[in-house]
Each structure stands twice: as C-alpha cells, then as structure tokens.
C-alpha cells in the first residue's frame, strides 16, 4: 500500500507576494481612475484641444509672404504641435484629481487601509496617471502632426518627412512632456491636498512664469527665466528648426522640467508620508 501523497508545496516567497501587492495597488488605482467619468473627458479634451488648436495655428499662416514657398522656414512641426499648451491644461486637472479627490471625499483613507505603504500607493498613482498620459498624448500629438501638415500643404509650406530625426524627437518628446507635466501635478496635489490650490499652483508655474518672464525687459533675465520655466524649458524639445535661436537646447529642456517634477513628487512623498489623513 503506497504511502500518504506529498503534502501541499511551499507557498509563493515574499518575493511574489510583494510583486502581487505591488499588482494589486496599480490594478486598484487604474479601477478607481477609469470609472470615474471625469477622467475620459479630461482624456478626450487633451487630444481635442491638442488637435483643435494646433490646425487653427497652422490655418493662420499663410505661405504668400515668402517669395517662394520653399523659402518659408516657419518650424512646421512645432507649429503643428502648438496645442499642447492647451492640452497640458486638461493634464494638469487630471492628475491632481488622481490624489487632491480622494482628499476631498475622504476615500483616501480606505486607500491606505488597503496600501498602508504610502509610498507604493504614490507610485501607483504616478505608474497609472503617467500612462493614461502617455496613451492620449500620444494620439493628440499624431492628430496634430497630421491634421497640421494637410493644412500647411494645403497651402504650399515645405514639410519635413515624418520619420525625420527631429520630428521624431519633437513628437516622442511632446508625450514624454505631457507625462512629466501630469507627474507634476500629481505631487503637487499630492503637498497641497486641495483640488483648487494645486491646480492654480500648477497652471501658474506652466502659465504664468512663461508670461512673467516676457514682461522682464532686461534680455539676459528674460532668457534665464525661459530657461528655467518648466514648460518653456520642456517644450524646446519640440523645435526642429533654428535651434541656435532657443533659450535653451531640446534635451537640456526636458531635464529641467524633469527637475520641477522631481522636487514635486518629492514633496508630495514627505507630505504623504509624514502628515496624518
């Protein structure tokens, strides 16, 4: 008579049920995220605002004033792109909610009931919210490049093939633009806790400091603060043409906006991890 049967096996090691609960906190955020209404709307007008205004700009200019349309040397591509300054907008919103809500109804503590970590649950937020970003910049920035370009080549501009060095750089680095600019407002909300106080604060270090600094008559100080405004910084990355002419390089842009949303996060970590609900 054969013996008893091998007992159960060892359980998963702590390596994979920290990979679940891992699992288990981005699956929660992107439940609470995508049944939310607001969030398909504030999605949807990020591309519609995004392709909306980048044809009106590009429908503004007109390839008469030049003596001969190849002579115009208007950057195509960052004209194409020009709604972004509008679509950044419906990002910033976004991404606040994802956090500054949860305050205001008070299901932020159930969330921490369930991911007493809190750390984990800001990366969640951010892996989440940075994705959902990532998915309608993506299609607001083709839409753009596309519907611009008909209309520039409606009316004779020369345009520059779309699978160009620049034009991709300019393309992949709007995206990635809009994904660091919603990282910074989720850490933003994430410190300030209101709806209302982030969002301004945010919409007025990526509005407001641009505008300051073209009121500063003094040019060098008018270029440091270009310079050193996230969303002017950043959106360098979208030139293709006369870059000797910018205040500061594409990729050097990004890094500076890379650092606002880095000090955001970060003050949103110690806020989360230090203060009580």
């Keep these: 008579m054969s013996g008893p049967g091998p007992g159960p096996g060892p359980g998963p090691g702590p390596g994979a049920r920290a990979g679940a609960r891992r699992l288990g906190t981005v699956h929660a955020e992107w439940t609470k995220l995508r049944t939310l209404t607001s969030t398909w709307w504030l999605l949807s007008a990020v591309v519609g605002l995004t392709v909306a205004a980048g ?48 305050y205001g109804t008070g299901t932020i503590r159930a969330a921490l009931a369930a991911e007493p970590r809190r750390l ?116 360098a990355v979208q030139a293709t043409a006369n870059l000797d002419g910018l205040p500061i390089g594409p990729w050097p842009g990004l890094a500076v906006l890379t650092a606002w949303t880095a000090a955001a996060l970060a003050a949103g970590a110690a806020v989360l991890c230090t203060r009580d609900v």
């Design 55 to 102: 044809v009106a700009v590009s429908g503004s200019l007109t390839a008469g004033a030049c003596p001969v349309p190849a002579e115009c040397h208007e950057d195509t591509v960052r004209i194409g792109l020009t709604g972004i300054w509008l679509g950044q907008g419906a990002v910033i919103v976004l991404a606040v909610l994802a956090v500054s809500g949860e």
């Design 120 to 235: 984990r649950l800001l990366a969640a937020k951010a892996l989440v919210v940075g994705a959902l970003t990532a998915a309608a910049g993506a299609a607001a920035v083709a839409g753009a490049l596309l519907a611009g370009r008909r209309v520039l080549a409606a009316d004779g501009f020369p345009l520059p093939a779309l699978t160009e060095g620049p034009v991709l750089r300019a393309a992949a680095g709007t995206v990635l633009y809009l994904v660091l600019t919603a990282l910074l407002a989720l850490g933003a909300g994430a410190a300030l806790r209101d709806t209302a106080t982030a969002v301004t604060a945010v919409l007025a270090v990526c509005y407001l400091l641009p505008l300051l600094a073209g009121l500063v008559s003094e040019p060098e100080w008018q270029e440091r603060l270009l310079r050193l405004a996230p969303s002017t910084a950043g959106l």
